[in-house]
């Protein structure tokens, strides 16, 4: 087992080290970066959240200064790994009006629990070897900014519909952050904005919700409001524009032209349960509670609540 004071001598050794576990575990993209106030990402936000744009989601605007700074959140951090892991399979939705679709990232085991595994692994192999070692895993419900870190890590760039592409493996990966209370080396080099003129991801959603180039209003997004949203409707201008969407919206992914690279993934758990992309709106509506937690036992939709799942499926029967 070596120490820190062995760490300190050889960070790059280290970096190494580290990245090459973190690929062992299944990971296709890896990249470290100081962990640091993210100031240009700070005012970003605080722009988005005053101009309302977050809606309902209120823990987005608690303590800010946290979200974009890591020390907050770990007053030892030092380092931040940031990770990658393709989702993609390559099945389809069934376009049948008696169904409605679910969005690609919740067709397998709940992504929370899958990265977090493969990160506490991570955490555990690098305090195993180096003794002093010590971290935090955050996937998504901590807060961090998952995107922000990984276009300063290099992995990919933001994209106009705000989503992460990269050019390996296009949006269609799940991001996650290990910190450490180590001094690692660190990637300097960023990647460059891909997007250039293309405005299709803009121009084809279905309620406008990408108000401008890399910005979102989270109050007009099929996305936001048949997972997050919590009142019993949800507004005219997204019930009416729903385009089959159950659970989630894929549509500015899905016309992406980065995502002609998608590869599919080593990942089992990320393939459709029993099959399904998309679920019959009269077998949710007819669902028990019971019935709910068996069929959505760690999957992600869970997140809905069967209260949102059935108004999501009463809003797609709705006549037009």
Known sequence: MSTLTDIAISP????????????????????????????????????????????EMRWMARDAEQRTDPRKFFAEARSVVVVALNYFTPQEHAQ?????????????????????????????????????????????????????????????????????????????????????????????????DHCGTCTLCVDACPTGAIVEDYVVDSRRCISYATIELRSDAMP?????????????????????????????????????????????????LEMTHEEYVERFRLSAMKRAKLSGLKRNARALLKPE
């Open 12 to 55: 790059s050794l280290l970096t190494e080290k580290i990245k090459a576990q973190a690929r062992e575990l299944g990971f296709e993209k890896v990249g470290v970066v100081r962990a640091e106030a993210l100031m240009e990402e700070h005012a970003k936000l605080e722009e988005w959240l005053r101009r309302g744009f977050h809606g």
């Open 96 to 192: 049948k009006s008696s169904s409605g679709k679910i969005s690609r990232y919740a067709w397998g085991d709940d992504y929370h629990d899958v990265v977090g595994e493969k990160l506490k692994r991570l955490l555990e192999w690098i305090k195993e070897e180096f003794s002093g070692a010590e971290g935090k895993v955050c996937v998504d419900i901590q807060p961090l900014m998952d995107k922000a870190w990984a276009a300063r890590a290099g992995l990919g760039w933001i994209g106009k519909h705000t989503n992460l592409i990269t050019r390996e493996y296009g949006s269609w990966v799940f991001l996650g952050e290990l910190l450490l209370n180590l001094e690692l080396e660190y990637d300097e080099e960023r990647t460059e």
């Open 236 to 284: 005219e201008e997204v019930s009416g524009n729903l385009d089959g969407w159950l659970y989630g919206c894929d549509v500015c992914q899905d016309v992406c032209p980065w995502n002609r690279f998608e590869q599919v993934t080593s990942e089992n758990r990320f393939e459709p349960r029993a099959g399904d992309t998309s679920l019959r709106l009269s077998d949710i």
